[in-house]
């Protein structure tokens, strides 16, 4: 199979499951740059194709059923720039898969079950600028020092109210 072959394929095996596929028309031969499956169904395997785009830059799998394994894929993407995890089963242990991606400056792990024993893999990622930390376990304190270590690192993270506010009381009628 030639290498058009192979990227034909993993196109119509994203298409089949509901994603959506980017070129980079900037370029003669507009290469696969950008891959969405985001809110679909891929599995850790229907990932493996990906392995057939060598420009991919940008990867979207937000709230798809994905989990450690689809990170043994993903890490074979050397040109990865950019990987959305929002909403996936990924753990600590997988985050430390993709500290090999040399290319990799943006990761979102917004809704993931990660704790600071995740963050300490972050510091090892070469390229990494930013990293989205929303609605995940890690402590300020986790935060601290993954920034402490990387000062240069952007860390988006909403830290939990000190004090929510109590749930309103629905309004009483006024036709009783």
Known sequence: MTPFQDESA??????????????????PEKPVDQVNLG?????????????????????????????DPALDIIAAIPSLEKLYLVDTKITDAG????????????????????????????????????VFLDATQVTDDGVKKLQDARPELQIVRSAPPANPAPEAKPAESENK
């Open 10 to 27: 993993t196109i119509d095996a994203i298409q089949k499951l509901g994603g959506r596929v980017y070129r980079d028309e900037s370029t």
């Open 39 to 67: 809110a679909t169904k891929a599995s850790d395997a229907d990932l493996e194709p990906l392995k057939t785009l060598p420009k991919l830059k940008k990867l979207m799998l937000n709230s798809t059923p994905i989990g």
């Open 95 to 130: 985050l430390e898969k993709l500290k090999s991606l040399p290319a990799l400056q943006l990761v979102s792990l917004v809704g993931t079950p990660i704790t600071d024993a995740g963050l300490e893999h972050l510091r090892a990622y070469p390229a990494l600028k930013i």
